[in-house]
């Protein structure tokens, strides 16, 4: 099939490559021109694990190709899928502009049929407004899909080629076998693929996402109360984890949820539903919840160094909002820094492949190193705020050889609090007794 993907970011660049890998031939777009060289350039502007295999594949195949001439992108495609941001709004909704003017853009150039599948994250009733739109501007006709994106960040090629389920929202016949027709390869293994109305899919996107935020924000209370009781959330975690009605997964505590989807979409189905004048408590909670566990984090600290951190040398180890990525979209790390900065700390910082995001934010107020060692050098504490692989089995002789104290505040549970105590850290995770060295 002949496909078009608007908007190239994490999103976009991964699913236009992975339709493409399954034979179809796919045009990106995108509006940032430096984006669209480097990528015609061979070069990928993210870091995404196993994208580049693909990506080089494919476009050497000559079915993967990058444009910021929309016309030309859609005007032989069949399917044009939507990628858009939905960044957080003034009032926290998703703002719809990008999608809407997009939508616009596209009903203005094309000359026949075409299926416009929204891939972006949007409210409840945003297919019908994109309808709308659309066609106030083109007597062509088209139908509007909803097929919101469930990939995470880190693997999200392994994601996109074995989706759990593929969801897809639409009233149109064509539009559903042509979609199941693209959809076919990537759940040979049985996985569903789940058509239902436009309106259900957009909000199954919301759901998911905020039941998972709920279950992080349930998590990091239990852990609270954990360091208040004396119990250990990392024995509690896998005691209810192992009950099959709750699962083993997403219930590890650390310093709160970051990213460019969970905050935002939570923030924005609260919306909704403060909209529709529905009092969504538990959604509310999550958000508080969320916000204040990065704040007990930074009090660890703060209380061990008696509120005076002016000038100290503080390392911090893991900047992404999550491991395996680059993306730094509402990341604990950027609120801890700023928070750090604020009161006075020297901030120094390692990331296998955030620095860069990171330095573009702050300059020269966070000094980055070149390894995970480098950073430690003369440093009163360590802060670990994204559980990166290779952090979990260091060389403890080289930390404590570099590191000024021993003293680390671990906000992923990375580390286990026995061996802390037997290396002779001081150590302070999430929801486990502290050790003191
Ligand atoms: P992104 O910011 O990484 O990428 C968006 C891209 O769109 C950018 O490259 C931008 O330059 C481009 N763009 C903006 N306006 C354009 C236009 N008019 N024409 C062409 N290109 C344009 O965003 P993302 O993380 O890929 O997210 C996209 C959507 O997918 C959001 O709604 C998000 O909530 C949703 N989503 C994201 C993830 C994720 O893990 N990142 C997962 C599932 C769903």
Redesign the pocket.
């Known amino acids: 099939m002949k496909l078009a993907v608007?908007?190239?970011?994490?999103?976009?660049?991964v699913t236009g490559t992975c339709f493409s890998e399954t034979g179809n031939d796919v045009t990106c777009?995108?509006?940032?021109l430096e984006?669209v060289k480097r990528l015609q350039q061979g070069e990928i502007p993210?870091f995404e694990p196993g994208l580049d295999l693909i990506f080089h594949r494919n476009v050497s195949k000559g079915r993967l190709h990058f444009t910021s001439d929309?016309e030309k992108a859609i005007t032989d495609a069949q399917i044009i899928f939507l990628?858009?941001?939905?960044p957080p709004g003034a009032d926290h909704s998703?703002d719809l502009s990008?999608v809407l003017?997009?939508a616009e853009?596209i009903s203005k150039l094309i000359t026949s049929y075409k299926v416009i599948v929204d891939?972006?994250?949007?409210p409840v009733g945003t297919s019908e407004k994109v309808r709308e739109v659309m066609s106030q501007h083109t007597n062509i006709p088209f139908d509007v899909v909803s097929n919101?994106?469930?990939?995470?960040?880190g693997v999200?090629v392994e994601d996109f080629l074995k989706p759990d389920r593929v969801v897809i929202g639409t009233s149109s016949d064509t539009a559903r076998k042509w979609m199941e027709q693209l959809y076919e390869p990537f759940v040979r293994q049985g996985n569903p693929i789940i058509f239902m109305d436009e309106r259900s899919a957009e909000m199954t996107?919301y759901a998911a996402n905020a039941y998972l935020a709920t279950k992080i924000s349930f998590m990091n209370e239990i852990a609270n109360l954990c360091e208040l009781t004396g119990a250990d959330v990392d024995k509690v975690r896998i005691g209810i984890g192992s009950d099959t009605r709750i699962g083993k997964r997403f219930l590890f505590p650390g310093v709160g949820f970051g990213?460019?989807?969970f905050p935002?979409?939570v923030m924005a189905l609260a919306k909704t539903a403060k909209d529709n004048a529905y009092d969504f408590r538990i959604l509310n909670a999550v958000i508080e919840v969320n916000k204040n566990q990065r704040e007990f984090f930074l009090q660890k600290v703060t209380k061990f160094f008696k509120g005076d951190l002016q000038s100290k040398k503080i390392a911090i180890w893991g900047l992404a909002f999550k491991p395996n990525t680059d993306?730094i979209r509402e990341a604990p790390a950027v609120y801890i820094i700023n928070d750090l900065l604020a009161l006075g700390v020297e901030v120094h910082a390692y990331d296998p492949e955030a620095m860069e995001n990171v330095a573009k934010r702050f300059g020269n107020q966070v000094q980055f190193a070149e390894d995970q060692y480098e950073v430690l050098k003369d440093a009163e504490a360590l802060i670990i705020i994204t559980e990166w692989s290779e952090f979990r089995s260091p060389d403890f002789e080289k930390m404590s050889s570099y590191l000024k104290s021993k003293v680390i505040f671990d906000g992923r549970n990375v580390f286990s609090v026995d061996d802390m105590r037997e290396k002779g850290f001081y150590y302070e995770s999430i929801g486990r007794l502290t050790v003191h060295a």
């Open positions: 608007i908007g190239t970011g994490y999103v976009g660049l777009v995108d509006i940032d984006k993210i929309l990628a858009l941001p939905t998703a990008f003017s997009a853009q891939k972006s994250t949007v919101p994106e469930f990939l995470r960040e999200a996107k990213g460019s989807c935002k979409d993306d």
